[in-house]
Protein backbone atom coordinates (compact mmCIF):
# COMPACT_ATOMS: atom_id res chain seq x y z
CA UNK A 1 0.00 0.00 0.00
CA UNK A 2 2.07 2.86 -1.38
CA UNK A 3 1.96 6.20 1.14
CA UNK A 4 0.81 10.37 0.24
CA UNK A 5 2.80 10.25 -2.91
CA UNK A 6 3.34 14.00 -3.84
CA UNK A 7 4.72 15.49 -7.07
CA UNK A 8 7.66 17.06 -7.63
CA UNK A 9 9.59 16.83 -4.62
CA UNK A 10 10.95 19.97 -5.50
CA UNK A 11 9.83 23.00 -7.96
CA UNK A 12 11.19 26.08 -9.06
CA UNK A 13 9.08 29.08 -10.51
CA UNK A 14 9.95 32.77 -11.70
CA UNK A 15 7.96 35.19 -10.09
CA UNK A 16 4.68 35.47 -11.97
CA UNK A 17 4.27 31.98 -12.70
CA UNK A 18 1.81 29.26 -11.80
CA UNK A 19 2.66 26.65 -9.38
CA UNK A 20 1.15 23.27 -9.96
CA UNK A 21 1.21 20.89 -6.86
CA UNK A 22 -0.11 17.04 -6.97
CA UNK A 23 -1.00 14.72 -4.05
CA UNK A 24 -3.04 11.24 -4.89
CA UNK A 25 -3.89 10.34 -0.87
CA UNK A 26 -3.27 6.45 0.00
CA UNK A 27 -5.27 4.15 -1.06
CA UNK A 28 -8.95 3.94 0.71
CA UNK A 29 -8.33 7.67 1.56
CA UNK A 30 -11.14 10.15 0.90
CA UNK A 31 -9.74 13.06 2.60
CA UNK A 32 -6.73 15.67 2.18
CA UNK A 33 -5.11 17.97 4.04
CA UNK A 34 -2.97 20.74 2.48
CA UNK A 35 -0.31 22.40 4.77
CA UNK A 36 2.64 24.87 4.22
CA UNK A 37 6.07 24.76 6.46
CA UNK A 38 8.30 27.86 6.80
CA UNK A 39 12.00 26.87 6.66
CA UNK A 40 12.29 26.08 10.67
CA UNK A 41 8.75 26.71 11.13
CA UNK A 42 5.90 24.46 11.87
CA UNK A 43 3.34 23.32 10.20
CA UNK A 44 0.17 25.75 9.33
CA UNK A 45 -3.09 24.50 8.05
CA UNK A 46 -4.17 25.43 4.74
CA UNK A 47 -7.35 23.51 3.57
CA UNK A 48 -9.20 20.59 3.65
CA UNK A 49 -10.83 18.48 0.99
CA UNK A 50 -12.53 15.62 0.42
CA UNK A 51 -13.53 14.23 -3.03
CA UNK A 52 -15.08 16.93 -4.89
CA UNK A 53 -15.64 19.49 -2.13
CA UNK A 54 -14.01 21.80 -0.28
CA UNK A 55 -14.44 20.99 3.86
CA UNK A 56 -12.55 23.93 5.10
CA UNK A 57 -10.26 26.84 3.39
CA UNK A 58 -9.86 28.68 6.47
CA UNK A 59 -6.23 28.91 6.19
CA UNK A 60 -5.89 29.85 2.30
CA UNK A 61 -4.35 32.99 1.73
CA UNK A 62 -7.69 35.24 0.00
CA UNK A 63 -5.86 35.52 -3.36
CA UNK A 64 -3.71 33.82 -5.78
CA UNK A 65 -4.38 30.18 -3.96
CA UNK A 66 -6.63 27.47 -4.87
CA UNK A 67 -7.48 23.92 -4.48
CA UNK A 68 -9.28 20.90 -6.00
CA UNK A 69 -9.57 17.59 -5.13
CA UNK A 70 -11.68 16.02 -8.29
CA UNK A 71 -13.38 12.93 -7.94
CA UNK A 72 -10.71 11.02 -10.38
CA UNK A 73 -7.06 12.18 -10.33
CA UNK A 74 -4.72 13.71 -7.91
CA UNK A 75 -5.91 16.89 -5.32
CA UNK A 76 -4.02 20.11 -6.17
CA UNK A 77 -2.87 23.16 -5.01
CA UNK A 78 -2.34 25.88 -7.54
CA UNK A 79 -0.87 29.08 -6.65
CA UNK A 80 -0.87 32.21 -9.49
CA UNK A 81 1.57 34.67 -10.13
CA UNK A 82 3.99 33.19 -7.14
CA UNK A 83 6.01 35.46 -5.24
CA UNK A 84 8.93 34.98 -3.76
CA UNK A 85 6.78 34.58 -0.03
CA UNK A 86 5.61 31.39 -1.71
CA UNK A 87 8.90 29.45 -1.34
CA UNK A 88 7.69 27.06 1.78
CA UNK A 89 7.63 23.32 1.38
CA UNK A 90 3.82 22.79 1.06
CA UNK A 91 2.97 18.93 2.75
CA UNK A 92 -0.35 16.71 1.70
CA UNK A 93 -1.73 14.47 4.41
CA UNK A 94 -4.73 11.81 3.63
CA UNK A 95 -7.14 10.26 6.41
CA UNK A 96 -9.59 7.33 5.72
CA UNK A 97 -12.42 9.21 7.57
CA UNK A 98 -13.97 12.00 8.64
CA UNK A 99 -11.72 14.79 10.58
CA UNK A 100 -8.61 14.55 12.79
CA UNK A 101 -9.26 12.41 15.27
CA UNK A 102 -7.73 9.82 12.84
CA UNK A 103 -4.48 9.10 11.88
CA UNK A 104 -3.33 11.82 9.08
CA UNK A 105 -0.56 10.12 6.71
CA UNK A 106 1.66 13.00 5.28
CA UNK A 107 3.62 12.83 2.17
CA UNK A 108 7.03 13.91 1.44
CA UNK A 109 6.22 17.40 0.70
CA UNK A 110 6.85 19.54 -2.15
CA UNK A 111 9.91 22.33 -1.94
CA UNK A 112 8.50 25.51 -3.41
CA UNK A 113 11.23 27.70 -4.77
CA UNK A 114 10.17 31.21 -6.55
CA UNK A 115 12.74 32.55 -7.86
CA UNK B 1 -9.74 27.36 16.51
CA UNK B 2 -7.66 25.41 18.04
CA UNK B 3 -4.29 26.73 19.26
CA UNK B 4 -1.32 24.49 19.97
CA UNK B 5 1.79 25.62 22.05
CA UNK B 6 5.05 23.35 22.31
CA UNK B 7 8.21 23.83 24.59
CA UNK B 8 11.18 23.38 24.25
CA UNK B 9 11.90 24.51 21.03
CA UNK B 10 14.95 23.10 21.29
CA UNK B 11 16.60 20.02 23.14
CA UNK B 12 19.99 18.46 23.46
CA UNK B 13 20.31 15.71 25.53
CA UNK B 14 23.00 12.80 26.04
CA UNK B 15 21.95 9.46 24.66
CA UNK B 16 20.83 7.42 26.86
CA UNK B 17 19.38 10.04 28.59
CA UNK B 18 15.33 11.01 28.29
CA UNK B 19 14.01 13.85 26.72
CA UNK B 20 10.39 15.19 27.54
CA UNK B 21 8.66 17.48 25.46
CA UNK B 22 5.51 19.39 26.58
CA UNK B 23 2.28 20.88 24.77
CA UNK B 24 -0.48 22.54 25.36
CA UNK B 25 -3.98 23.47 23.82
CA UNK B 26 -6.74 25.56 24.05
CA UNK B 27 -10.19 23.75 22.76
CA UNK B 28 -10.95 21.74 25.42
CA UNK B 29 -13.34 19.57 22.91
CA UNK B 30 -10.11 18.32 21.09
CA UNK B 31 -9.94 15.00 21.39
CA UNK B 32 -7.25 13.15 19.42
CA UNK B 33 -3.44 14.24 20.38
CA UNK B 34 -0.71 12.86 17.39
CA UNK B 35 2.56 12.95 17.95
CA UNK B 36 4.85 13.69 14.53
CA UNK B 37 8.75 13.26 13.91
CA UNK B 38 10.17 15.16 10.61
CA UNK B 39 13.73 14.37 9.84
CA UNK B 40 15.66 16.55 7.66
CA UNK B 41 14.15 16.79 3.91
CA UNK B 42 11.28 14.20 4.92
CA UNK B 43 7.44 14.42 5.70
CA UNK B 44 5.99 14.14 8.91
CA UNK B 45 5.32 10.59 10.24
CA UNK B 46 2.97 10.09 13.08
CA UNK B 47 4.88 8.19 15.63
CA UNK B 48 2.16 7.96 18.54
CA UNK B 49 -1.37 9.45 19.35
CA UNK B 50 -3.53 9.52 22.38
CA UNK B 51 -7.21 9.90 22.65
CA UNK B 52 -9.07 11.95 25.27
CA UNK B 53 -10.38 8.54 26.93
CA UNK B 54 -7.46 7.32 27.99
CA UNK B 55 -3.99 9.58 30.29
CA UNK B 56 -1.38 7.92 29.06
CA UNK B 57 -0.22 5.41 26.22
CA UNK B 58 3.21 3.59 25.40
CA UNK B 59 5.03 2.06 22.62
CA UNK B 60 7.89 0.55 23.69
CA UNK B 61 10.42 3.63 24.19
CA UNK B 62 8.29 6.27 23.56
CA UNK B 63 4.72 7.50 25.67
CA UNK B 64 2.26 10.04 25.46
CA UNK B 65 0.84 12.03 28.57
CA UNK B 66 -2.51 13.55 28.50
CA UNK B 67 -4.26 15.83 31.28
CA UNK B 68 -7.14 17.25 29.73
CA UNK B 69 -8.21 19.25 33.33
CA UNK B 70 -4.90 21.32 32.35
CA UNK B 71 -5.06 20.66 28.79
CA UNK B 72 -1.94 20.04 28.26
CA UNK B 73 -0.01 16.30 26.96
CA UNK B 74 3.64 15.31 26.66
CA UNK B 75 6.10 13.07 24.87
CA UNK B 76 8.65 10.91 26.71
CA UNK B 77 11.41 9.51 24.72
CA UNK B 78 13.51 7.03 26.92
CA UNK B 79 17.20 5.84 26.34
CA UNK B 80 17.89 8.15 23.51
CA UNK B 81 19.26 7.27 20.70
CA UNK B 82 21.15 9.19 17.95
CA UNK B 83 18.37 8.09 15.17
CA UNK B 84 15.88 10.19 17.94
CA UNK B 85 17.10 13.59 16.58
CA UNK B 86 14.60 15.56 14.50
CA UNK B 87 11.91 17.80 14.90
CA UNK B 88 9.16 16.59 16.57
CA UNK B 89 5.87 18.57 16.38
CA UNK B 90 2.49 17.94 18.46
CA UNK B 91 -0.79 18.59 17.47
CA UNK B 92 -4.40 18.50 18.24
CA UNK B 93 -7.55 17.97 16.50
CA UNK B 94 -9.94 21.54 16.13
CA UNK B 95 -13.61 19.85 17.40
CA UNK B 96 -15.43 23.43 16.55
CA UNK B 97 -14.17 23.61 13.00
CA UNK B 98 -13.99 20.49 10.35
CA UNK B 99 -11.81 18.64 12.83
CA UNK B 100 -8.41 19.75 11.50
CA UNK B 101 -4.93 19.45 13.03
CA UNK B 102 -3.26 22.00 14.59
CA UNK B 103 0.00 21.88 15.01
CA UNK B 104 2.77 23.02 17.90
CA UNK B 105 5.57 24.75 16.56
CA UNK B 106 7.99 21.55 17.33
CA UNK B 107 10.98 21.02 19.01
CA UNK B 108 14.51 20.08 17.72
CA UNK B 109 15.86 17.18 19.12
CA UNK B 110 19.70 16.38 19.23
CA UNK B 111 20.96 13.31 20.92
CA UNK B 112 24.35 13.37 21.44
CA UNK B 113 26.61 10.11 21.04
Known amino acids: NAGVMQNPRHLVRRRGQEARLRCSPMKGHSHVYWYRQLPEEGLKFMVYLQKENIIDESGMPKERFSAEFPKEGPSILRIQQVVRGDSAAYFC?????????????FGQGTRLTVV | GENVEQHPSTLSVQEGDSAVIKCTYS??????FPWYKQELGKGPQLIIDIRSNVGEKKDQRIAVTLNKTAKHFSLHITETQPEDSAVYFCAADDQTGANNLFFGTGTRLTVIP
Open chain 1, 93 to 105: ASSPMEGGSTEAF
Open chain 2, 27 to 32: DSASNY
